[in-house]
């Protein structure tokens, strides 16, 4: 307030461009936040799903050895690895385009606000020690006004990131206010299961569930359970 209220004694018309500008800098942060909440939040699904694979394939080291199914594994694997990596690279551009954007913003209001001091040394009006002053105020202002801006965008990546859980976790989590249908039986026969690059199958004659029936399913590991 102090450096907009000093700048407006020197010149009202360079004090309203500034706070025009900087006006415009929060408020372009505001919609360009909001474009990256769902690119973080796609990002963050991939990397989960990439944790995800790797977690089993390590809990999982003996059943692909006994199908041999490791060149598949490593494909999956790899390729759940280039899309993760492939929108870290999407949101890192779009971070880079948005701050080049902004930076544009306050070095236009930096160079207009440091021409003008500099006219009116040159034509004796104020003393040379006022652009110091204001150099200065500038670097502490733009500090403050990047806080700002990624204050905005934390605040909005977070709460999407509260909304998902809660969408996931919560007591309706996929229902959405109406009852699971009921059912009786879950029965499956004649079924053949193998991985491209292995020639043993599985094979599930028959099977069948029945509703609040316990069973347990017995094996050893590469065996379909």
Known sequence: VLFFVYMARESLALAFVNLAIMAIFVGISVPLARKMVPIAAEQNRRNASLLGGFADFM?????????????????????????????????????????????????????LTISF????????????????????????????????AESIRA???????????????????????????????????????????SQDVIRVPAFALKSGQKVCVEGKSGQGK
């Open 59 to 111: 809990a999982n080291v003996a059943t692909v050895a006994q199908l041999g199914v490791q060149s598949y594994t490593q494909t999956v694997l790899g390729s759940r690895k280039r899309n993760a990596n492939q929108k870290i690279d999407e949101l890192q551009q779009f971070h880079a385009r948005r701050w080049f954007l902004l930076h544009t913003l306050f070095g236009l209001a930096y160079i």
């Open 155 to 197: 605040y909005m990546e977070m709460t999407a990131y509260i909304k998902e859980l809660d969408d996931f976790i919560g007591p309706v989590a996929g229902i959405h206010g109406r009852q699971k249908s009921s059912w009786h039986s879950i029965a499956m026969s004649d079924v053949e299961f193998h991985y491209s690059e």
């Open 117 to 148: 001091l500099v006219w009116q040394i040159a034509s004796g009006t104020i003393q040379p020690g006022l652009l110091i002053l204001f150099v200065a105020a500038y670097g502490m202002l733009r500090s403050f006004i990047e806080r700002m």
